[in-house]
């Protein structure tokens, strides 16, 4: 099918599915009404009543009014949502403009995004529920040595889960949406396509949100784990302490000071900031900040002696080619350690 010809199939009124559900799930220019399950239902309940009773007769503007009705007495207390409120009923107006407009409306509240707040709902918010018990197995049979493994299982273990868990949801909301439209024989196949892409890229678009909400918390979980599965206690953070490397945990010393323990892929986007020096952790008792970092190709000489010179020592996998240069660096070797020497490092500073 030639370009201009797919255009002008999904310039039809099923391509208001897609803008429907971005409508319905908005909460900037809208209210997310798409986010409340039981106030959709009661809207399509309602249409489909109307619609039921109403077989010879010109039902539209009345369902109109039902959705505008319900809509506003949902939120009549919210008076900082007024205005979005009214946005959305008067783009509504306009867009469903005849019947069909409004049982394509119905079928993406009913199909789309009430499947999809279900499917959303099941995918985990926490990379932690996948990696908990394989990690604590790993530390109970290896001990400290196999702390560089648990570092990397962790964030490669529930990544993974949460993604097998996305596509289980897709597949069944998928499945179940392709037969529903395969049972109405008025849809043509180019219909089909358009709502059944238009589900996956509205699936797509916020289990990314959902991802990047989890991004990065998974390691900084780990170390928490860690500390928690050798029984170190943790210490309340430096009152006003800002550095620009972020701490996820921190220790208190058996000389007072602390110590801060953090745990990321990378320190690259973190680089162009570095400003905290020596005196700044002097004037809060920061003796060290441990950084255990799971990819270290960049990790350059200059950040080494820079960060390094600040007190902060950056632990690496034990098999690292970084790790290797950098020990046997006369200039570098003070500010490197592998991994599975972690614990070790700690117990020696709070005992």
């Keep these: 099918m030639k370009p201009e ?6 310039k039809n009124r099923w391509d208001n599915v897609y803008w429907f559900s971005r409508m319905l799930i908005s909460n900037d220019k809208y209210v997310a009404v798409g986010k409340e399950p039981k106030l959709l239902s009661i809207i399509t309940s309602s249409l489909r009543l109307i619609a039921k009773q109403n077989k010879d007769k010109d039902y539209l503007t009345l369902q109109k009014q039902t959705v505008r009705n319900i ?40 199909n789309i995004m009430l499947p999809l707040y279900q499917a959303i709902s099941n995918i985990p918010s926490n990379d932690r529920e996948f990696t908990l018990n394989i990690a604590k197995s790993y530390l109970d049979i290896q001990g400290e040595k196999g702390l560089a493994t648990v570092i990397s299982l962790w964030d490669d273990l529930g ?36 709502v059944l892409t238009a589900f996956t890229q509205e699936f797509e678009r916020r289990t990314a949100q959902k991802r990047k909400k989890r991004a ?32 996820d945990n921190w220790v208190k010393a058996k000389d007072g000071w602390l110590i801060g323990i953090s745990c990321k892929r990378t320190i690259r986007e973190r680089w162009k900031n570095v400003s905290s020096s020596t005196e700044v952790y002097n004037r809060f008792k920061v003796k060290y900040i441990f950084h255990v970092v799971t990819y270290d190709e960049d990790l350059s000489d200059d950040k080494l002696t820079l960060l390094g010179e600040q007190r902060q020592i950056f632990y690496l996998q034990d098999n690292s080619r970084r790790l290797k240069y950098a020990s ?8 490197v350690r592998p991994i599975s020497k972690l614990i070790e490092d700690i117990k020696k500073e709070i005992k």
């Design 5 to 10: 010809k797919i255009l002008s199939t999904i």
């Design 71 to 110: 809509i506003e007495d949902r939120y009549k207390k919210s008076k900082s949502r007024i205005l979005r409120v009214q946005t959305l009923l008067n783009e509504l107006d306009q867009m469903i403009s005849s019947i069909e407009d409004m049982e394509v409306f119905i079928l993406t509240c009913e």
């Design 159 to 194: 990544v993974r889960g949460c993604l097998t868990a996305e596509r289980t949801e897709i597949v069944r909301a998928f499945a179940t949406l392709r037969v529903l439209l395969t049972k109405d024989p008025e849809i043509t196949q180019e219909e089909k396509d358009i």
């Design 216 to 247: 990065g918390g998974s390691l900084e979980d780990v170390t928490d784990f860690i500390l928690g599965y050798y029984r170190i206690k943790r210490a309340k953070a430096p009152s006003h302490f800002q550095a620009d490397l972020e701490v």
């Design 328 to 335: 046997e660096h006369v200039g570098l070797k003070n500010y």
